[in-house]
């Protein structure tokens, strides 16, 4: 599905739950399909099954996912998309984070553009043929 990074500044939690949410906008992962089992998701992607319960858990309150008790769990058919707040204050942090970088290696604010682009459109390449 996504790959998880534990040497990563954000807790693994975090990138499993943008994981998710990543398949889900672009389309990889649809309303009413269902999402891998706890155990599985944990395993393949090497993580302890409570932390994937914990995610799980956290989009099925916030929208995103639904549990059908018996069945599994499954995008919700109508997945809840972040607030425009915290859209903006997410995509803000990371954008400082990557304009900080771009100054520290001495590029140009075209030079960073650019490498943002090709980045964005290889992630979202890679995120539809794993699906």
Do not use: C
């Not at 932390?51 to 997945?79: C, I």
Request: positive net charge; proline residues 6%; without cysteine.
């Amino acid at each position: 599905m996504f790959d998880i990074n534990p040497s990563h500044s954000s807790p693994i939690w975090v990138q499993i739950e943008e994981g998710v949410r990543r398949m889900i906008s672009l389309g990889a992962l649809k309303p009413g399909d269902p999402v891998p089992s706890v155990r599985d998701l944990a395993r393949t992607l090497r993580v302890n099954p409570n932390t994937v319960a914990r995610v799980y858990q956290r989009l099925a309150e916030a929208g995103v996912l639904a549990v059908r008790r018996g069945e599994g769990t499954y995008v919700a058919d109508d997945p809840a998309q972040p607030k425009k707040a915290e859209k903006s204050e997410k995509l803000r942090e990371a954008a400082t984070a990557y304009a900080g970088t771009a100054l520290a290696v001495g590029a140009t604010a075209d030079e960073a553009a650019a490498e943002l682009e090709r980045s964005y459109e290889r992630l979202s390449r890679e995120h539809r043929r794993k699906a």
